[in-house]
């Protein structure tokens, strides 16, 4: 419903009020692949460069723009990129001067390094010992409830993984997954003495339950694995993002990329925005520098940011912290799976490790509570979560608690939740109430736009996102801003969703509502219909 709509030759505002749960946007598209031959690991000859939907053919429009020196060797059509190689012998000037030149012609969103990514652990000397991490989660308790449920899939974004490990096999899918490093259909581990972390990750979110046979994960969920990361442990953004879309295109329930690094690409936010927007909900690792800043990709908002603590409950060591912090889980010498050639069994610590115990306990909570969306899943996991003492920069909200996720209803308001002497309020950790309004507009070209105001529901939200669901042949981009009556536009907004489709999203936590928020719909090109979603959680 909308009133107070005030009509001009290129403008609309709208107050937007409650009209009821409404769908969230939602992108489809085919699964990607690496061009054979392509290397994998690093590719820091390449360039990324985004291109509008409204194009039909990405690479020919790139390839118009493409020095003799240079070429087109990657296209993924559903996030709308393509990658082009450089020499080895090139300097990093003519990327730069590349990069500088594309953005500025038609129909190219944007431009940037292919970054390198890397796993996300510290390697401690392998020990073969007790587990503790599923009992300090109480996964342990949680098991009488359930033991998960292989309805639940659980993607592992990483280095390859041993799918035929003995105690993971069972979890494994039939067809274990795909790999983008390489380019081909099998993701298993090219050198399995060096490449186990994605092994290790694997274990650590679902080793199999009650078989009796050495370690447990968290939950009974089915894994598939994308490798992305070779058997140096690197990979290159492109391949992660193509591996998260994929992942997506499955129908995976829970995405884990226990990676990082790179700092923020267009690509990469596109990639865990079309999962977010897929119904995925995506754990990332929040990094190993020790740092006091999330790394990315776990700093996107569509990323639900893990720190790591030891076995005492203190953060390690290793782990960065901050504002981006949603949750913390054990990430200190945790034993797990890792390949038959190192042993079978070992103990690595990291972020890496901590985040597939929060994945691992997500696939639980859905075994529990099957009809929670990602956004709902999210809230729950924070709301259940034990505060540990901590500061909320420290462990977010809490320690995932996986006896608490699945024995809470979460239409019952949520569980306690933590945040130490900062309250632990970051980011739609309250019981999962949500409200949402929905309007539905259209754009001429690229000339046009539609503004909207945002009156809050709720007092103090926890979170509220945007949503954009416009046309496929168009390219229509999203703007926001919050704590000010001035219009959002592409050129002054607090936070905004410039995809190369009309499929947006925005994810703000603890969003400031002093004053009404302000919505801008912009055509980049294009013309057509579209619907405007937002949602508030408390």
């Excluded at 699964?31 to 509008?52: F, I, Q, T, Y």
């Excluded at 690479?59 to 296209?75: K, L, Q």
């Excluded at 993984?161 to 096999?169: C, N």
Aim: hydrophobic share 35%; aromatic share 8%.
């Amino acid at each position: 419903m909308t009133d107070d709509i005030e009509r001009g030759d290129m403008m609309r505002r709208g107050f937007l009020k409650l009209t009821g749960a409404a769908a969230g946007a939602a992108a489809t598209g085919g699964v990607a692949s690496a061009r054979s031959g392509r290397n994998p690991g690093p590719k820091d000859e390449e360039v990324l460069v985004g291109v509008s939907a409204s194009e039909a053919d990405i690479g020919s429009t790139v390839a118009n723009y493409v020095p003799g020196n240079a070429e087109v060797v990657h296209a993924n059509e559903t996030l709308s990129y393509v990658a082009v190689k450089f020499p080895a012998s090139a300097a990093d000037a003519a990327r730069e001067n590349f990069i500088e030149a594309i953005t500025k012609k038609e129909w190219i969103k944007y431009a940037e390094a292919n970054a390198t990514y890397e796993t996300q652990y510290s390697p401690s000397d392998p020990q073969f010992g007790s587990q503790y991490a599923p009992q300090q989660v109480n996964a342990d308790d949680a098991w009488d409830t359930t033991l998960g449920d292989s309805a639940v899939t659980v993607a592992v974004v990483d280095t390859g993984a041993q799918y035929d490990h003995p105690d993971l096999a069972a979890n494994y899918a039939s067809d274990p997954g795909s790999d983008f490093a390489d380019g081909d259909d099998d993701p298993y581990p090219d050198a399995p003495s060096d490449e186990y972390h994605g092994t290790h990750v694997s274990g650590c979110a679902a080793a199999v339950v009650d078989n009796g046979t050495g370690v447990a994960g968290q939950s009974n969920s089915t894994l598939i694995n994308g490798r992305a990361l070779d058997e140096t442990g690197s990979g290159s953004t492109a391949d992660i993002a193509d591996a998260v879309q994929w992942a997506a295109d499955q129908g995976a329930d829970v995405i884990n990329l226990s990676l990082g690094g790179g700092g923020y690409t267009d690509t990469m936010k596109n990639a865990v925005s079309y999962a977010d927007s897929n119904g995925a909900l995506v754990a990332a690792a929040a990094g190993n520098s020790g740092t006091s800043s999330v790394s990315y990709p776990a700093a996107y908002a569509e990323c639900l940011a893990v720190s790591a603590v030891d076995s005492n409950e203190q953060l390690a060591s290793f782990s960065q912290y901050g504002e981006g912090v949603e949750l913390c889980a054990p990430g200190v010498n945790v034993l797990s799976t890792t390949t038959e050639a190192r042993g079978g069994y070992e103990e690595l610590s990291g972020t890496s490790m901590a985040t597939p115990v929060v994945s691992g306990v997500a696939g639980l909570a859905l075994a529990q509570w099957s009809s929670l969306s990602n956004n709902e899943l999210r809230s729950h996991l924070k709301g259940t979560a034990a505060d540990i003492g901590l500061s909320s920069q420290e462990q977010g909200s809490g320690q995932v608690d996986a006896l608490a996720a699945v024995t809470t209803d979460p239409s019952d308001g949520g569980g306690g939740g933590g945040g130490g002497d900062d309250g632990g309020d970051d980011g739609g950790d309250g019981g999962g109430d949500t409200t949402s309004g929905s309007v539905d507009g259209s754009l001429s070209g690229y000339w046009d736009y539609d503004d909207y105001s945002w009156l809050w529901n709720y007092d103090s939200p926890s979170q509220v996102v945007v949503e954009l669901d416009g046309p496929a042949d168009a390219d229509f981009d999203l703007y926001v801003n919050t704590g000010t009556t001035s219009d959002a536009s592409p050129g002054e907004y607090d936070y905004r969703s410039i995809t190369t489709d009309s499929q947006e999203r925005i994810t703000i936590d603890d969003p400031d509502d002093s004053t009404a928020m302000q919505v801008d719909v912009d055509s980049y090109s294009g013309s057509g219909s579209y619907t405007l979603t937002i949602t508030e959680y408390q």
